[in-house]
């Protein structure tokens, strides 16, 4: 039996005081957020869930697919899907392009399974939708991932060459016309495809899944934010309206996950924003955007885009901007500054556009870990109190994987998720305060003028580009 620790922190006292996070375009056209379950918050449970976003629903749903008479609880600090899956590009893509990073931490077999694995999370989601009927506006256009400047040519020829290697392929070379006709975009210059990606609308799916989950017995606690947890045979989960018990708990808490202090160095919390223009149907049949790509550039502080059913486009920058202590403040909700930034490049990527307005923009916090894979796993010192965290941008798909896992740790089940190589995996880490934020914001401030140097066809300085190769490599959100 695991030696049992002191209480573990979730939440800071600091972060206990940030607002809850505003509605997004995507939860707007949802309806609303849910009203709140108003569950009384007490009782004893098999599985307690900490985190009501993809990681935690797909957990509690995996769970009860497994053990229908299992008794789960979901908490959630403000509403489910208020985090950041409700309010993501909608991007659903596989791992193929991390495949570099999947080699490396499982070697070749295990890099294939979880690849594939990854791909056919996106195939789950859609029967998911189908069979429970949810109409998440999913839509089969493939992964179109560009080069818009000279110095992005290629940027895919490592992850190209690993998949060649492997002998499996899931990209799909195209022309520069093609591209060029695809996106209906002066800005690209070369791309890939990857046929099997989709978008969908992110905060249908969450709302779908959160509905399920009730119909399948979950117990869902929101507006509850969970302060701390005492360890034990019997987990004590404690929030400030009451405390509940479990068996097991998962810690499913994405950015805000940064405050309990054995997971605070695998991730660093960071700002990408998103801007949706008015609807311009007639402007995206003009232009030629035809299809329902979801598009990337290869900045560092990736562009992301990609059409809305009503014919909007909604376009997200991967700021990178950091806040002090790793808080989830006021900043993740509205970013002002990043948003100029990302409304910037809407307007350059698709000049045509000219002076349409944009109607709606926001913010939201990245998990971010070193090497864009999440990190899973049992907090040490217990043998009942998991964790799934750093889903870095790309978590829509995942997070299916992610469910699978921790349902699998929570009950203590031995098979090919619980011993996957992203479990208890020992990640790089980031530094702590001071270091974390006035290091990250000199490396983003040398990424940010590197990449304005190369937009005005300047050569950025050897400094800038020195300091910009230390930020972890991304091509997502
Ligand atoms: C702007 C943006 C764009 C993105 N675009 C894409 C994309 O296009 N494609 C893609 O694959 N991924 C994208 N992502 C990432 C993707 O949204 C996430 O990886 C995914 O939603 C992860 O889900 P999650 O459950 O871990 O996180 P979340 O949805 O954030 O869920 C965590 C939940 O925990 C709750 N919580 C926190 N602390 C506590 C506590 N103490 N007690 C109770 N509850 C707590 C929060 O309120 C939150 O609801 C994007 C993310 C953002 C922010």
Known sequence: MAKHAQHIQVLSREQRRDPPL??????????GLPSVTGARVSGHYDHVIVGGGFVGLWTALHIKQRQPGAAVAVIERYRCGSGAS???????????????????????????????????????IEQ???????????????????????????????????CDRLGHMPFTLLSPQDVALRTGSPVHLQGILEPGAVTLQPARLVLGMRRVALEKGVTI???????????????????????????SVVLATNAWAAAIP?????????????????????????????????????????????????????????????????????????????????EADLRRTYPQLGQTPITHGW????????????????????DNIHYGV??????????YLGGQILASLALKQRDEWSECAL????????????????????????????????????????????LAGLAPGSNHP
């Not at 505003?22 to 309806?31: F, I, K, P, V």
């Not at 009927?133 to 895919?156: C, F, K, S, V």
């Not at 913010?363 to 217990?382: A, C, E, K, Q, V």
């Not at 870095?392 to 798909?397: E, I, M, N, R, T």
Request: with cysteine; aromatic share 8%.
């Open 363 to 382: 913010s939201g916090p990245i998990d971010r870990s070193y090497d864009n894979l999440p990190i899973l796993g049992t907090l040490p010192g217990t």
């Open 22 to 31: 505003s509605l997004s375009y995507w939860m707007e056209e949802a309806g």
């Open 390 to 399: 750093g889903w870095s941008g790309h978590g829509v798909a995942p997070s």
């Open 262 to 342: 054995a997971l605070s160095r695998f991730i660093v919390p960071v700002n990408s924003s998103i801007v949706v223009t008015e609807p311009v149907p007639q402007l995206l049949r003009e232009i030629g955007w035809a299809g329902d790509e979801a598009i990337n550039d290869s900045q560092t502080m990736v562009n992301y885009y990609r059409k809305t059913r009503d014919g909007r486009i909604a376009f997200g920058k991967g700021t990178g901007a950091l806040a002090w202590g790793s808080r989830i403040d006021a900043t993740f909700d509205r970013h002002e500054a990043s948003l100029r930034m990302t």
């Open 86 to 124: 409700g309010r993501n590009g909608g991007s659903v893509m596989s791992w193929w392009s991390e495949i570099g990073g999947l080699l490396a931490i499982g070697g070749r077999e295990e890099a294939l399974r979880l690849a594939h694995a990854s791909q056919d999370a996106i195939e789950a």
């Open 423 to 466: 479990v208890n995996r020992v990640p790089k880490r980031f530094p702590p305060e001071p270091l974390r934020s006035v290091g990250g914001n000199v490396i983003r401030n040398a990424v940010r003028r590197r990449e304005a140097a190369r937009l005005a066809g300047k050569k950025p300085s050897k400094l800038d580009t020195l």
């Open 128 to 162: 998911f939708c189908l069979t429970h009927n949810i109409d998440a506006h999913l839509a089969r256009g493939g992964w179109l991932w560009t080069a818009t400047l000279e110095d992005h040519r290629d940027a895919w020829a490592a992850v190209l060459a690993d």
């Open 221 to 247: 606690f929101e507006d509850t934010p969970v302060t701390h947890l005492q360890p034990g045979r019997l987990v004590q989960v404690h929030t400030d309206h009451g405390l509940v018990t479990g068996e």
